[in-house]
């Protein structure tokens, strides 16, 4: 079955631009989750969609936003883009919620350089 | 952010080798998953654990899901090139359900 697809996979923003990623999780899976990876900061988490609703939220400030669809796509904004927000930007699905010993797969991440 | 203790940070060994790699937490965790990232690509999800002392293979590779459920750890056995790459250790903290990632360890597989 198709994995985790995620778009766009490189984008070139300004600074002060907005950006909106998208991922659409493996079929069947209902649990969308978001990650920032930058080299010196490793992967960090950003939010977790469960049936529409964010269940948790990383340390990041308000910029970065989420939301998730009915039928499990998922799309995450960030605001007034800042040159620190170069990173890959991970997308990973479960079939459900984290924490229930469930296993998560990732996207192949979109790159996103703010210049 | 918090993050696993993740050791060795790189590795450099000879192709044939067998590699060794382990992953520490301070708080208790019921599911450690491991994963392989290349340049480029998102991480491929390489092992999953979810009990206390489980030892699971898939081909060349085995992990372990320390008794303490406090670390785990990652072997490979008779390396490849095609075995480089950043390996990670995962898992969702209790109550938090949040998944948070090791450090990574960085193989390079020499010829």
């Known amino acids: 079955k198709a994995g985790v697809t995620q778009t766009p996979r490189y984008l070139i923003k300004t600074r002060g631009q907005q950006v909106t990623l998208s991922c659409s999780p493996i079929?069947?899976?209902?649990?969308v989750s978001w990650y920032q990876q930058t080299p010196g900061q490793g992967l960090q988490f950003l939010f977790e969609?469960?049936?529409?609703?964010?269940?948790n939220k990383g340390n990041f400030p308000g910029r970065f936003s989420g939301r998730q669809f009915s039928n499990s796509r998922s799309e995450m904004n960030v605001s007034t883009l800042e040159l620190g927000d170069s990173a890959l930007y991970l997308c990973?699905?479960?079939?459900?919620?984290?924490?229930?010993?469930?296993?998560?797969?990732f996207g192949e991440g979109s790159w996103l350089t703010v210049v | 952010g918090q993050q696993l203790n993740q050791s060795p940070q790189s590795m450099f060994i000879q192709e044939g080798e067998d590699v060794s790699m382990n992953c520490t937490s301070s708080?208790?965790?019921?599911?450690w998953l491991w994963y392989k990232q290349e340049p480029g690509e998102g991480p491929v999800l390489l092992i999953a654990l979810y009990k206390a002392g489980e030892l699971t293979s898939n081909g060349r590779l085995t992990a372990q899901f320390g008794i303490t459920r406090k670390d785990s750890f990652l072997n490979i056995s008779a390396s490849i090139p095609s075995d480089v790459g950043i390996y990670f250790c995962?898992?969702?903290?209790?109550?938090?359900?949040?998944?948070?990632f090791g450090t990574g360890t960085r193989l390079k597989v020499l010829a």
């Open positions: 079929s069947g899976h209902r649990s």
């Open positions: 990973a699905s479960s079939l459900v919620a984290v924490g229930q010993g469930n296993t998560i797969y």
């Open positions: 969609y469960f049936s529409e609703t964010q269940r």
């Open positions: 708080s208790i965790f019921n599911t």
């Open positions: 995962a898992g969702p903290t209790s109550g938090t359900y949040k998944y948070i």
